[in-house]
């Protein structure tokens, strides 16, 4: 079965930096790009990042300098590192597949709270 | 960035109506157009892509069309699962986008 399943949510204070992870299983992890989205609570999908199996990375404007994607083919993982936190960053963050730009399978998503 | 307009921001129809979405992108987007449903407390899920072509395990009484700029979604018999949170969103460009969502009810 196809499966990504995020961890390392929780509640940091603003400027803190939290690490998310992104297990995949189920597919041959190496040939697909990876992306985060998240969803602030009540709101709408805000993509965040993506990285492609070469290993380029792209971000969005809200977050670029302060977040880092990267991926471990070896583990059938990947990373976002978030620093700077902000309380704008409150979200629940999903990891997805994608096949291109399209977000073909999600996980379940993990709660990242930004307050002091 | 590509903004993506979503329209109506919700709606309520009753169980076998037809029911139309409609997404606008701020700048052509070719066929780069996706749409995910969203059921309260799960993860998105994917419904069509590139326009009108269904996912694997979606229902025949969805369907998408459209090109350039205007897209719709379209649920020919609604059904009381079908409620839910429909997104679109473009693949045209990074930072990919998301429309701001329509909340189908069923009454």
């Known amino acids: 079965e196809v499966q990504l399943m995020e961890s390392g949510g929780g509640l940091v204070q603003p400027g803190g930096s939290l690490r998310l992870s992104c297990a995949a299983s189920?597919?041959?992890?190496?040939?697909?790009?990876m992306h985060w989205v998240r969803q602030a609570a009540g709101e709408g999908l805000e993509w965040v990042s993506a990285?492609?199996?070469?290993?380029?990375?792209f971000y969005a404007g809200s977050v670029k300098g302060r977040f880092t994607i990267s991926r471990e083919n070896a583990k059938n993982s990947f990373y976002l590192q978030m620093n700077s936190l902000r309380a704008g960053d409150t979200a629940v963050y999903y990891c997805?597949?994608?096949?291109?730009?399209?977000?073909?399978?999600w996980g379940k998503g993990t709660t990242v709270t930004v307050s002091s | 960035d590509i903004q993506m307009t979503q329209s109506p921001s919700s709606l309520s129809a009753s169980v076998g109506d037809r029911v139309t979405i409609t997404c606008r992108a701020s700048q052509s987007i070719s066929n780069y157009l996706n749409w995910y449903q969203q059921k309260p407390g799960k993860a998105p899920k994917f419904l069509i892509y590139?326009?009108?072509n269904l996912q694997s395990g979606v229902p025949s009484r969805f369907s998408g069309s459209g090109s350039g700029t205007d897209f719709t979604l379209t649920i020919s018999c609604l059904q009381p699962e079908d409620s839910a949170t429909y997104y679109c969103?473009?693949?045209?460009?990074?930072?990919?986008?998301f429309g701001g969502g329509t909340k189908v009810e069923i009454k």
């Open positions: 590139d326009v009108s």
């Open positions: 189920g597919f041959s992890f190496i040939t697909y790009d």
């Open positions: 997805a597949r994608g096949l291109g730009s399209k977000l073909d399978v």
């Open positions: 969103q473009q693949g045209y460009s990074t930072p990919l986008t």
């Open positions: 990285i492609d199996t070469a290993g380029k990375t």
